[in-house]
């Protein structure tokens, strides 16, 4: 084979194999991601909660705004095995990480809504199983405030009527995610469920939601990305800057097997080319819709 096919060959067997890549990412490396997130997550969270310094609000204990993918909450829902760590934020990069808060809502427990969103399946698929709870079943959230849990009032989907106005001093909680084909959904599908009660240790429950703590991030204010499907374009640039770099690193291993010959080539090159592969695909990843 002449220089010039071996480098053509190489470069389409590169983003041959750069596919593949991606469809392992998402079907298997975004679970084990996700579980290594969700145990970080966890750890940190339960520091918080025994230090006295978990958020119950949009700013810390420190005044600071809450980052985007700070742990904010644990949720359980009905059948889990176990807890989910509720991230701040919905956009992409942080439903990769679990459930999101929507930041222009409260948290879990005060008065007023409170909005959920996590994935279908890739990541963990955090919310996978949301359109099969049924009604009357209980939702349980722990926050800086305590614990509050929910009974599932319906199941929502596209064309049915909106819940009811919530009176005053009464919470509720909505859960977001996508329906249909897995990686490929068609449809969103919500959970609306209202507050049973509250607890500030877990063993004296009363019906008062907590104080709800007034947002810094409102609807209007809220970026395209954050919504339901939205999908996070700020990363573009990145992904072009990388993929350009997998194509240097595939043009330079194919000069270096042609020069010093395969075995040499592939054991400077295979490292380099996994690396960049696996940058590639996961900005390709933080492109595809927050709730796939």
Known sequence: MSPGWSYITSVLTGLALLALGFVGL????????????????????????????????PVDFEGNLVPVGAPVAVIALPGDDASMVVVEGTASAQTMKGPGHRRDTVLPGQA?????????AAFGGAFAAIGD???????????????????????????????????????????VSAEGTPYLPSSLVRVDASLVSTSLDGTTPVTDAFPAVRRVVTSAGLSDSERPMGIDTSQVFALVLWSQAFLIGTVAFTWARIRWGAWQAWTVGLPVLLVLGWAVTSQLALLLPNLT
């Open 112 to 120: 007023g809504t409170s909005i959920v969103m996590g994935r279908q």
């Open 133 to 175: 709870l049924q009604v009357g079943s209980q939702i349980v959230v722990t926050t800086g405030q305590g614990i509050a849990t929910f009974t599932v009032d319906r199941v929502r989907r596209a064309g049915d009527a909106l819940p009811d106005p919530l009176a005053a001093g009464k919470a509720r909680l909505t859960l």
């Open 26 to 57: 998402l079907t298997v490396g975004s679970q084990l991601q996700n579980g290594r997130d969700q145990q970080v997550l966890y750890n940190d969270y339960r520091q918080f909660l025994a230090d006295g310094k978990a958020p119950v609000g």
